[in-house]
């Protein structure tokens, strides 16, 4: 079974997409004084949203089934520069760590969550450049 379907190409999603991981950016950032938890977890959702408005931009979505978040990584991987790949083994490692918070015991320190707040911070503006050249 594949992990994405086709969908119609609608650039005002897209861009809302876009605009909702770029909001979440701003509240993770926020966060990081308050809970590094949910600063890390923002992040997380942020890169996801931007993620998902790359799959949408190229008329693509994820297929909701177990380890959907993986398949949505992965096709951002595939889709940008392949210089990007420490970036991607970042986010994998996001996602097991997140998991882990959320569903049983993980520490999350400060360091760790600031450096995942600035490279989705990164990433959101590549996505974003990347979306504005199929999109002006």
């Known amino acids: 079974m594949t992990t994405t379907k086709p969908q119609k190409i609608d650039p005002k999603q897209v ?13 993770a950032r926020k966060n990081l004084v308050i809970d590094e938890e949910t600063a890390y977890q923002t992040a ?3 890169m996801l949203k931007a993620s998902l408005a790359l799959m949408l931009s190229h ?3 994820p297929r909701v089934q177990l ?3 993986i398949a949505i ?3 951002a991987q595939k889709h940008l520069d392949p210089k990007l790949a420490a970036l991607f083994a970042l986010f994998d490692r996001m996602r097991r760590k997140r998991n882990e918070a959320f569903y049983d015991i993980a520490v999350i320190g400060d360091e ?4 995942a707040v600035v490279a989705v911070e990164k990433y959101v503006q590549v996505i974003a ?3 504005q050249k199929r999109f002006p």
């Open 73 to 75: 990584i992965e096709f």
């Open 44 to 46: 997380y959702q942020a």
């Open 129 to 131: 450049a990347d979306i």
């Open 59 to 61: 008329g693509q979505r």
């Open 67 to 69: 380890g959907h978040h």
């Open 15 to 27: 861009r809302q997409f876009l605009a909702d991981a770029q909001k979440k950016i701003v509240a």
């Open 112 to 115: 760790e969550a600031v450096d």
